[in-house]
């Protein structure tokens, strides 16, 4: 059963980083381009970053230079490294492909607080 399961998230202050990880199945990660995208609450889901199988990477222009996407072939995962998170990245984030597959995981909830 092909799948996506995120996990890593969390409540931390401004300023604060989290890394988010996303397990695939390996009929969906091999050769993809694996991506981050994030849906805040009242609002459209959005992309944030994404790698591609040659180690292309792309961001939003919102989290650039705040944000890193990994992958780790051997354990076909994928990770989101943010740092000096502020409010506005307040989401729940999936991963998935580019094109992304048409059943998404549950995500995982980043929320930033004081």
């Known amino acids: 059963q092909e799948q996506l399961v995120e996990s890593g998230g969390g409540s931390v202050q401004p300023g604060g980083s989290l890394r988010l990880s996303c397990v695939a199945s390996?009929?969906?990660?091999?050769?993809?381009?694996m991506a981050w995208y994030r849906q805040a609450p009242g609002k459209r889901r959005e992309f944030v970053a994404s790698?591609?199988?040659?180690?292309?990477?792309s961001y939003a222009e919102s989290v650039k230079g705040r944000f890193t996407i990994s992958t780790d072939k051997d354990r076909h995962t994928t990770y989101l490294d943010m740092s000096s998170l502020n409010f506005e990245d307040t989401a729940v984030y999936y991963c998935?492909?580019?094109?992304?597959?048409?059943?998404w995981g549950q995500g995982t909830q980043v929320t930033v607080s004081s």
């Open positions: 998935n492909t580019i094109p992304y597959q048409p059943s």
């Open positions: 390996p009929s969906i990660f091999r050769g993809a381009v």
């Open positions: 790698r591609s199988d040659f180690g292309f990477t």
